[in-house]
């Protein structure tokens, strides 16, 4: 979508609803988890496992997380590619242990006009106490009038940080004017016990021993991020879920 700015430039303004993650590249499979928890007892004899199918010892795999021996799922490497409004990477970047971030900067490129709005299907209204609250879905008119403010407030907030860059303020100065709706991108890079930790606490789970109530939109990360896991590491997800999805 797009509309009009206001007098003053001509840059149209984009929306989305969504969230990009790309698997960028990784050094990540089941057999990673199975050579470095193999060293302990087997020594140099645990390389044997690079050339092992990992399904004959799956059973170790689930013993690990079961007992929460977490290092040896540390032994791996996945890089994502993220875009995504900047309020969600507020909250991503409170995940720091097992974590390398690259955001880019306002300081040094001019921020591109795409903004968040909610989809149809996001839950607009909050009900009940602080920790007992759930979402529902707000009425049709309820995400029409959210929508159109949010779109009018970003067109205003971009126009008058185009103002101010044709003014020759400093990128880093102009924009303090734009919301934390507006879209970033970012590499980030974590093994997969850290990202264990990041889906416990980021996404709800019908397998989950703790529950968790994350915001929608960084659960829509989280989602991605996982599904693209599962790919490199099957039986280290499978046991995850197996055991509460408790990161070890």
Request: aromatic fraction near 10%; include cysteine; proline fraction near 5%.
């Amino acid at each position: 979508m797009s509309t009009d700015l206001p007098t003053g430039t001509t840059v149209p303004v984009r929306f989305r609803d969504d969230v990009t993650v790309e698997l960028v590249k990784h050094s990540a499979s089941d057999s990673d988890v199975l050579w470095a928890a193999r060293v302990s007892t087997a020594g140099e004899q645990s390389l044997e496992e690079l050339t092992k199918d990992p399904e004959r010892s799956k059973g170790l795999i689930n013993y690990l997380m079961r007992d929460r021996h977490g290092s040896p799922f540390e032994h791996n490497s996945m890089t994502f590619f993220i875009s995504a409004p900047i309020f969600v990477f507020r909250e991503f970047m409170r995940h720091r242990v097992g974590w390398s971030y690259n955001e880019e900067s306002g300081r040094y490129r001019e921020l591109e006009p795409v903004f968040y709005v909610p989809g149809t299907d996001r839950k607009l209204v909050q009900q009940g106490r602080p920790g007992k609250y759930e979402f529902v879905h707000g009425t049709p008119e309820q995400h029409k009038a959210t929508v159109a403010a949010m779109e009018e407030s970003y067109a205003q907030s971009y126009a008058a940080y185009q103002q101010m860059l044709a003014a020759g303020v400093a990128r880093e100065v102009a924009r303090a004017t734009l919301p934390v709706g507006l879209y970033s991108s970012m590499y980030a890079t974590c093994n997969a016990r850290s990202l264990m930790h990041f889906l416990g606490l980021r996404t709800q789970h019908e397998l989950a021993k703790v529950a968790s109530f994350p915001q929608r939109e960084i659960e829509m990360v989280g989602e991605r991020m996982e599904a693209l896991w599962t790919q490199l590491m099957p039986l280290t997800h499978a046991a995850f879920n197996a055991n509460g999805r408790v990161a070890p």
